[in-house]
């Protein structure tokens, strides 16, 4: 079993360190590490450090022994941001979490024409603090170094600047009437950014289709089942990090 990861604001280099705060305290009461067991400690940007744990003190301290100071992983290449669309209740967090478990690089909270929730205010402001809270807790939960991003909630506008500057840009849509082709025969490319767009539960307008179109992105269709939208990214994105190489 890989070992477990620990958020800290600054990578340490070899030698003791002290895990406390919230971290320590999930460490030590939570996941009752003791002498001997590895951690890992990352920034949550890609720098991370070895350990072993030396001993935990009271409830909330962890003394660690990093065996392997400060590395920085490599970005991933071809990148891959989602825009997904703002889904009802908590299916948001459902998608952010499998999304970020599966290996996404950022996430965009897009507010479709069709979407039934909207965020406003400090509704607005809560939800995007859970969509990012949810994307932390993932990205240590799968063991990762490097967490998605996850991008304050654009308007359709704003969603077609980011897909005019994408390498791949992609909105999956169902209707085979609207030209949509297999997400699995798309040419992908080398490196740089894919940008994929997820509909709301009404699925993407035919103005918002003509918005995309006009940024340059493809219509494209996972298979012949149409998926709830907190799992169409997660399953567009486990399909692409396969067909890209990095998950070889």
């Keep these: 079993m890989t070992a477990p990861v620990f958020v800290v604001e600054t990578v340490p280099g070899a030698g003791e360190y002290v895990l406390d705060g919230p971290e320590g305290r999930h460490a030590v009461s939570v996941r009752r590490l003791h002498a001997g067991e590895q951690v890992v400690l990352t920034d ?42 703002l889904p009802k ?11 970020t478990e599966t290996g996404v690089d950022a996430i965009v909270p897009w507010t479709a024409s069709r979407c039934i929730t909207q965020w406003r205010g400090d509704r607005g402001a809560k939800s995007l603090a859970k969509w990012r809270a949810t994307a932390r807790e993932a990205g240590k939960q799968s063991r990762r170094v490097r967490f998605p991003r996850v991008y304050d909630a ?24 609207a030209g949509s082709a297999p997400l699995a025969t798309a040419t992908l490319p080398a490196g740089g950014e894919i940008v994929l767009v997820v509909g709301p539960e009404g699925g993407v307008s035919p103005e918002e289709l003509a918005v995309f179109a006009e940024a340059g992105a493809a219509p494209y269709r996972l298979g012949p089942s149409v998926l709830r939208t907190s799992t169409a990214g ?12 990095r998950w070889s």
Excluded: C, F, Y
């Design 44 to 85: 949550g940007e890609g720098a991370w450090a070895e350990g072993v744990v030396r001993a935990a003190e009271g409830k909330d301290r962890l003394v660690v022994d990093v065996t392997r100071g400060r590395a920085v992983a490599e970005e991933p290449s071809p990148r891959i941001t989602v825009v997904q669309a």
């Design 89 to 99: 209740g908590d299916r948001g967090e459902v998608a952010v979490e499998t999304m």
């Design 154 to 177: 654009m308007s359709t506008k704003e969603v077609a600047r980011l897909l005019a500057g994408a390498d791949l840009a992609a909105v999956l849509h169902e209707d085979r009437e």
């Design 234 to 245: 997660t399953a567009a994105v486990a399909l692409l990090l396969g067909r890209t190489g």
